[in-house]
């Protein structure tokens, strides 16, 4: 990932991306060392903030403009190979921004990176809960000989703290001990067009402060198809935002990630729809 380092998020006036004034700080995390199907993950960041100096940046709803706020976008994490390093590299710079007063966004690679971001808000932040959105469970105890794989990253923030699962639908039979149905929202149960009265049952589930991982495999692959591990039956656009939209009504959202974006040459809207993702939940989180 060469040429990261001179991208931003956003295609702002230079006085938006001030690392002293800026509310909210972009961390790209290049990384894709454990993942076991399509490989490209690392070059998922890259991607989003390139598709990102295309986005419109007024919000219709809220009549905001949130790049206001100040979106600085931090050096790519040189990441190193092992994945329980990427999570103590990941830990210790999203710990730094948090010291500094800064709203994290975690831009992945891959899953396991979510662990890193966790661990370093669980130290300033009480009664904290995530909120993930993904197609796979991901609560391995452990898988291909680490417990920091991007099978395992569910099992490694439940320990820190409450989890609430959404759009789940891929699961191995080894997982189910560590399943919590109580608070797994299945894809079968709330997609293809159901009624979003679950939405309140899943924020009702999440404690005074959230943070939200979005595995971009949650989403439909007929939506967005760039992605190393795809899944049928999944949420679509306006699920994802109702949801979004009501978490950040009623909960305090602490930081975020997006990660699990795997570039392709000729699906360039799954980046676009990244990067847009990214965007739209901080406007949600910020016009608040």
Avoid at 2 to 7: A, E, N
Avoid at 128 to 136: C, K
Avoid at 194 to 201: A, E
Avoid at 236 to 252: E, R
Wanted: hydrophobic share 40%; glycine share 6%; proline share 6%.
């Amino acid at each position: 990932m060469k040429t990261s380092k001179r991208l931003q998020f956003g295609d702002f006036a230079p006085q938006f991306r001030n690392p002293k004034t800026a509310q909210i700080v972009v961390v790209p995390v290049p990384y894709d060392g454990t993942s076991t199907y399509m490989k490209g993950a690392d070059k998922g960041p890259e991607a989003i903030l390139k598709a990102s100096y295309n986005l419109e940046f007024y919000d219709v709803a809220s009549n905001s403009e949130v790049f206001r706020k100040g979106i600085f976008t931090d050096t790519p994490i040189r990441c190193a190979k092992r994945p329980e390093a990427v999570v103590s590299q990941v830990q210790s710079r999203i710990a730094g921004h948090l010291q500094k007063g800064k709203f994290p966004v975690m831009l992945g690679g891959e899953h396991s990176i979510t662990a890193g971001a966790v661990e370093a808000l669980a130290g300033p932040v009480d009664d904290l809960s995530v909120l993930q959105l993904d197609a796979h469970s991901d609560l391995r105890d452990s898988y291909e000989g680490s417990k920091y794989n991007h099978a395992c990253v569910m099992a490694r923030v439940r320990e820190i703290c409450p989890i609430v699962q959404v759009g789940i639908r891929s699961t191995d039979i080894s997982e189910q001990a560590n399943l919590d149905k109580s608070r797994v929202f299945f894809a079968k149960d709330i997609c293809d067009g159901q009624p979003r009265s679950w939405i309140d049952k899943a924020v009702s589930k999440l404690s005074r402060n959230v943070y939200i991982t979005i595995d971009l495999d949650a989403f439909d692959p007929s939506l967005l198809p760039a992605t190393g591990t795809p899944e049928p039956g999944g949420l679509f656009w306006y699920d994802v935002m109702a949801l979004l939209t009501k978490v950040c009504a009623k909960k305090n959202v602490v930081g975020f990630d997006v990660v699990e974006l795997c570039p392709r040459k000729h699906l360039w809207g799954s980046d676009f729809i990244a990067a847009k993702l990214v965007y739209s939940l901080l406007t949600l989180r910020f016009a608040k």
